[in-house]
């Protein structure tokens, strides 16, 4: 039994020809934050599906809280102490918020009622209206709230913030932060806005067409990940393990190096380039880097690999 | 819980159903009595009383004549809102990440249409018989007695199939498109069958019915019951289900 909270190996899942997710390696460890991002059709709702058991990997394995999703007497395990919240966030039009709170609390031996009174105020939901009535946002504000209360020990949010106004992504921040991370929970949470994944998330996870791009602390992006412009005639892909993409644009390459930049730009000044840039990057420019499709002259990123599962040192 | 929510979804069609079924009811038991006289309508109960023997099995006749399809209509109308419904509107995935099985949950939302079938033949059928015997001060009402339990075990191959069809179509609107399309098959491929060959087959499962239909006329029992009808109905209950059951366990999201 692994003592990860998610884990998953060679997790993979195709629709037909259409592989969604490919050999998918993710190790997050109790208490992480990690945020999991990407396009579009990217794999990663598919993947979080695969971890609550409602898709079947085609190949490989995946663990939640060390038990088998694919298992049921293992998911119903899994699903007591995992709480979802989905990217369409539907529930029943005809109840009220009350009267789901009512239905939910029965299935979660730890849910908490001071935690949904509370949420409820805070996120200024309608207790007493139906559900169809609720503006998007409100709706999405209940999911959250039934799965916030529910007390679990690993959080997976799909773009749970998507349709809230900027107050009200703020106050579910600040919720998660102060009611979940503080308190050690795992959240896996898949967003398109990368602002919030800096303000709560200490882990990353890039996807592109179903493959893990890159995985990787944020802090370790912040401090050691750099972009290399260089500019010269024959440079090479990629010339280190460490260069995570590479992308041509005429006379000019881009290299996003993910450590020791210094020595990488001094190996390519020996091949003859001209180092034009060494820049920091923020988690925008990486994700933009390395999905980014329509840099001339590259099909794709070239340089970039498979990330390694993560050592969480 | 989910029983709670199955009930609180079909509330609206039981409550419509009970009426549908209890106000002919009552209506048909009452009806012989109701007069007209120099353009004023009055209740005369000696109708009753005059010759209550024929009285009670002619209204009970009325009666189960009214009533017999409310446990088919129930079974449909309620089918719908099964598992498989929660698919368009996309409730599954909140459905199906709360730590219940799959399987409780289709046998949960069966027994609670169930339960309300139950109660749809029932009440409507003894309140009926309660008035008729009331006003017959005849009590001897077998056929009535028995009816609504027949209806129900009649009427649950068709809950079994709007079930299955909702979960084969993963709607409640194109299951029950689906379910009309079977059973509409069903009785043409019969019709075709057995007219131009003067065949008369037994019924797949509504026997039972049948026989109660015509049987009651006066209480002469003259047609054996339709066991293997009632066990067909039986074996369809279970078995359609079961298909349902199955095709939900191997769903994807």
């Excluded at chain 1, 009220?96 to 200024?124: C, H, I």
């Excluded at chain 1, 991370?181 to 998330?201: D, K």
């Amino acid at each position: 039994m692994s003592d990860a909270a998610i884990l998953t190996e060679g997790l993979s899942k195709s629709f037909g020809a259409q592989a969604a997710v490919s050999e998918l390696n993710l190790r997050i460890q109790p208490g992480a934050v990690y945020g999991f991002l990407g396009r579009n059709g990217a794999g990663k709702t598919t993947t979080m599906r695969m971890l609550l058991g409602l898709v079947q990997p085609t190949k490989g394995s995946a663990r939640v809280l060390g038990l088998d999703p694919t298992r049921e007497a293992e998911l119903m395990r899994i699903l007591e102490r995992v709480a979802f919240v989905s990217q369409r966030k539907q529930l029943y039009g005809w109840a009220t918020p009350a009267e789901l709170v009512q239905m939910n609390k029965a299935y979660f031996p730890r849910w908490s009622d001071d935690a949904a009174a509370r949420l409820a105020g805070r996120l200024e939901i309608p207790m007493k209206m139906a559900f169809k009535k609720l503006s998007i946002g409100n709706q999405s504000k209940v999911a959250l709230l039934l799965a916030l209360a529910q007390g679990a020990e690993v959080l997976i949010l799909d773009e749970p913030t998507a349709g809230l106004d900027p107050v009200m992504v703020d106050e579910i921040l600040r919720t998660l932060i102060e009611d979940h991370v503080s308190q050690g929970r795992t959240i896996f949470v898949s967003s398109h806005h990368l602002g919030e994944v800096e303000q709560i998330c200490d882990w990353v996870g890039i996807l592109e067409e179903g493959r893990l791009l890159l995985e990787s602390r944020l802090e370790e992006i912040r401090q050691e990940f750099r972009l290399v412009i260089a500019s010269g005639e024959g440079l090479p892909a990629a010339t280190s393990a460490d260069v995570v993409s590479a992308t041509t644009d005429g006379r000019f390459r881009r290299f996003v190096v993910s450590r020791e930049a210094e020595r990488f730009a001094a190996e390519l000044r020996g091949q003859g380039a001209t180092i034009l840039e060494i820049s920091p990057l923020g988690l925008r420019e990486l994700f933009l880097h390395l999905v980014r499709k329509e840099d001339p002259c590259t099909p794709g990123n070239v340089g970039v690999k498979p990330a390694p599962v993560s050592s969480f040192s | 819980m989910y029983a709670w929510k199955c009930w609180r979804e079909t509330r609206a069609s039981f409550i419509f159903l009970l009426m549908l079924s209890t106000v002919p009811a009552l209506l048909v038991t009452l009806g012989p009595g109701i007069k007209e006289q120099s353009g004023w309508w009055h209740f005369d109960r000696s109708e009753y009383t005059h010759n209550p023997f024929i009285m009670a099995h002619l209204v009970s006749n009325m009666i189960l004549t009214v009533l017999w399809p409310s446990s088919f209509l129930s079974a449909v109308f309620l089918g719908v809102t099964a598992l498989g419904s929660e698919f368009e509107p996309g409730t599954i995935e909140y459905l199906w990440t709360r730590p219940r099985t799959r399987t409780s949950l289709t046998w949960i939302h069966w027994s609670v249409c169930v339960a309300e079938m139950v109660i749809v033949a029932i009440v409507p059928t003894y309140l009926a018989a309660v008035l008729l015997g009331t006003l017959t001060r005849y009590w001897d009402l077998p056929f009535l007695l028995m009816a609504p339990w027949l209806m129900v075990i009649v009427g649950l191959p068709m809950l079994g199939l709007t079930t299955l069809m909702t979960a084969l179509r993963r709607s409640g609107k194109g299951g029950l498109i689906f379910t009309a399309a079977v059973v509409t098959v069903y009785v043409i491929v019969r019709q075709l069958v057995t007219v131009p060959l003067h065949l008369n087959p037994p019924t797949l499962f509504a026997g039972p019915l049948v026989w109660l239909m015509n049987n009651n006329q006066f209480g002469a029992t003259s047609i054996a019951f339709p066991w293997g009808a009632l066990w067909r109905a039986v074996f369809l209950a279970a078995a359609f289900p079961l298909a349902a059951q199955y095709l939900l366990k191997r769903a994807e999201v």
